[in-house]
């Protein structure tokens, strides 16, 4: 099942300069729940910015899948696969995933998502990245719980 997880304001805002415009330290929280441990998809972007929290230490992920174009990339962690075909890995890929961004990998990864995991952060926050209209015609609703701060969703593929 490819799952996509992600942020966003009530402007669709989910970055800026490759940073999350906020810090909810329960948003933090679910999204460790979810994917701690588990596989993830990320691009290049998004895993050297998730780098300078980490420092030296690995990403707390099970394996990373990390696309990229850059055929000179190299990482230090050791459970990192470098993919240079996201099209090709994502309509052949049969296990659990989560896609964790950036934004090109979210609008790349998007039509073949089964579930979408969002964190609808209330407000308007200051940033330069958004993410892509989302046919929710397409998904059904099958979860979601409500703070002060946050709406948590999950929406299932409806077809």
């Keep these: 099942m490819i799952n996509l997880i992600w942020a966003m304001d009530e402007d669709n805002l989910i970055g800026n300069k490759e940073k999350i415009p906020w810090h909810i330290k329960e948003d933090l929280?679910?999204?460790?729940?979810?994917?701690?441990?588990k596989?993830?998809?990320?691009?290049?972007?998004?895993?050297?910015?998730?780098?300078?929290?980490?420092?030296n230490k690995n990403l707390p992920y099970g394996?990373?899948?990390?696309?990229?174009?850059d055929k000179n990339l190299e990482v230090s962690d050791t459970n990192v696969e470098i993919i240079y075909?996201?099209?090709?890995?994502?309509?052949?890929?049969?296990?659990?995933i989560f896609v964790v961004g950036g934004l090109?990998?979210?609008?790349?990864?998007?039509?073949?998502?089964?579930?979408?995991?969002?964190?609808?952060?209330?407000g308007h926050h200051e940033g330069d990245k958004y993410f892509p209209k989302i046919d929710f015609d397409k998904?059904?609703?099958?979860?979601?719980?409500?703070t002060d701060v946050v709406r948590?969703?999950?929406?299932?593929?409806?077809?």
């Design 29 to 37: 929280l679910y999204y460790k729940s979810k994917t701690e441990g």
């Design 63 to 69: 394996k990373i899948y990390l696309a990229t174009l």
């Design 152 to 159: 948590y969703t999950i929406y299932e593929r409806d077809d």
């Design 39 to 55: 596989v993830v998809l990320m691009g290049d972007v998004t895993y050297f910015s998730l780098k300078g929290y980490y420092k």
């Design 139 to 146: 998904y059904k609703l099958i979860w979601e719980n409500e």
């Design 104 to 122: 090109m990998i979210y609008k790349l990864s998007l039509k073949y998502a089964d579930r979408l995991y969002i964190s609808f952060i209330k």
């Design 85 to 96: 075909d996201l099209d090709e890995f994502l309509s052949n890929y049969k296990e659990d």
